[in-house]
């Protein structure tokens, strides 16, 4: 962040989510005072001491956006229903809202515009991904991903609104679902985790979507950190910080069965979950990102670079700040 700036207002969608909170985190320390999106009393319980302002809106709810986005200079859009689902019961938040929330902007006049989009608009790659990588997303959720970038992409176009779609590879940190589930003590693998991911330090990918609002970015672009890894190599560095933890690594047919099993119970809990044959075909695709995408663009550089430095420095973090309280320095 550029430090003698005039700061711009952003809102922030999504901010009590696991990104959205570090977003919210930075932008807050850093002078920022953002403006938080929330659905409903309760969602700000671990954002409510930020130095910010909250908004109450929904998606669902298009005349909601409209105060919401009233007066601020960008939006960082990182709300989203991120399980896999079919493509209608994701289209009322994740298409329709997005949408909605662009109309509001260019209304309001807001000129800038992130999105968070996924690395699951690609499928399985055996080579590397580049910016000129098409598009072939096997399941709704990366379908409906690629939807959302095209249409906000016209209307951003049309009205003169800059518009970054940032794909995400797979961010990592103290609050995410390894790290809870290694806590634990134990956390099933789908797969054996041979295939090679990209990944991300969430404090990285928070500084590379403000960055993004700061610098107008317009561009749809993957990335990650420098050095793809395989998911073996992710759980080994995690797993070293809780020795006592247990990571159990299912044949990928194995993990299908199990999931397609417990398809027809999904509906009965309460929550949507990611144990779904979708979850299980993704976490074995190959998606090794071209390291240098979008830090070149934006004249910047991943502060953790591999995950064999972003790792150790999450743990220490969550150490010292007694979020993590079993893990081993």
């Known amino acids: 962040m550029t430090g003698g700036a005039p700061k711009i207002k952003l809102l922030v969608t999504g901010a009590s989510g696991f990104i959205g909170h570090e977003v919210a985190r930075q932008l807050s320390v850093g002078g920022y005072r953002p403006r938080l999106m929330i659905r409903k009393a309760g969602d700000d319980c671990e954002i409510c001491h930020f130095d910010a302002e909250f908004a109450m809106a929904d ?12 007066g601020v200079d960008g939006i960082l859009h990182l709300a989203a229903r991120a399980t896999f689902e079919s493509y209608e019961t994701l289209k009322p938040s994740i298409l329709d809202g997005s949408l909605a929330l662009m109309q509001a902007a260019i209304d309001a006049g807001v000129r800038r515009f992130v999105y968070s989009s996924s690395l699951l608009v690609y499928s399985d790659n ?13 399941l709704d959720y990366g379908r409906i991903k690629v939807d959302t970038e095209k249409q906000l992409a016209r209307m951003a176009a049309s009205a003169g609104v800059s518009f970054a779609a940032l794909r995400l590879p797979h961010v990592y940190g103290l609050r995410d679902l390894y790290f809870r589930q290694m806590q634990a ?20 990918a928070a500084r590379a979507i403000i960055a993004c609002a700061e610098q107008s970015y317009t561009g749809i672009l993957p990335f990650g950190d420098r050095r793809p ?4 190599e992710f759980l080994d560095q995690v797993k070293s910080h809780y020795p006592h933890a247990r990571v159990l690594r299912l044949p990928q047919w194995l993990a299908l069965l199990a999931t397609t099993l417990l398809t027809p119970f999904r509906r009965l809990r309460p929550n949507p979950g990611l144990e779904t044959p979708g979850a299980v075909r993704t976490y074995n695709f190959n998606l090794a990102v071209e390291p240098d995408l979008l830090w070149k663009d934006l004249g910047m550089a991943p502060k953790y670079p591999s995950i064999f430095d972003g790792v150790p420095a999450a743990v220490a973090t969550g150490v010292d700040t007694g979020i993590l309280l079993n893990a081993v320095r």
């Open 185 to 204: 003590g134990r956390m099933i693998l789908p797969g054996l985790g041979r295939n090679i991911y990209t990944h991300l330090h969430v404090a990285d």
């Open 229 to 232: 890894a395989t998911w073996n």
């Open 126 to 138: 055996q080579g590397t991904v580049t910016a000129d990588t098409p598009v072939k997303p096997v």
């Open 59 to 70: 998606l669902r709810n298009h005349k909601s956006l409209k105060e919401a986005v009233r």
